[in-house]
């Protein structure tokens, strides 16, 4: 399966195991305070944070805890100011890695992402050398057996969407949208009972770079190592790594 969507699922696992370490909650709470900052405090005037307060309610975070990672953004709390930067590279095989920060000092990060590029037999490239590769996209994975194809595209596609396909591999449809209907397709499906068990804006890839043996497996470190680091906040990349292949490294 590509990289975006093979991701995602190792995503989810490995959120559960995070969500023991505060690391998820760290992140939410980043993401939460700087879309307050860059776009204001009122999620039905910026879609963004609403996206960001759907993200961490799915997550269970405490209504408190949104509340004040709002407001330091807003300015109504004092907090530390993040940005954001985005670092381009290159993982094993050729694939292209797209890495989405959010720092307090980015001399210290970019040292550090640097260390894990190389570490992991990748290299960190300049700005704009993969980024061509991606394509901002709404997407909305759910369970093939839990709605009909025919029902979905009248949903889905009424709502704003642009594209449903069915991932037999791994027994799901996905749903793409562009950015702005994300939202309205989302609530569209929720308002119909369709479940889904992935939400989100991501960056999905144009092309990919089919992996196997050494390749695959170094590639998932990689992509493993930068998204344990606290300053990440995303992690995309072309990959396409068969589910054999990718079971057989991740345990399933």
Known sequence: MSGHSKWHSIKHKKAREDAKRGKVFTKLIRELTVSARAGGGDPSMNPRLRTAIDRAKAENMPADNIDRAIKKGTGDLEGVRYEE?????????????????????????TAEIRHIFSKQNGNLGEN?????IFEKR???SIPSDTVDEETLMDIALEAGADDIV????????EVYTPPESFQAVKEALTAKGVTWQ????TMIPKNTVRLQGKEAEQTLRLMDALEDNDDVQNVYSNFDISKEVMESLTGG
């Open 138 to 140: 709404g997407y909305i």
């Open 85 to 109: 930067h985005t670092y381009e590279g290159y993982g094993p095989g050729g694939t292209a890695i797209l890495v989405e920060v959010m720092t307090d000092n980015k001399n210290r990060c």
């Open 166 to 173: 069915e991932d037999k591999e791994d027994k799901q449809f």
């Open 198 to 201: 992935a939400a989100d804006i």
């Open 128 to 132: 704009g050398c993969v980024s061509w």
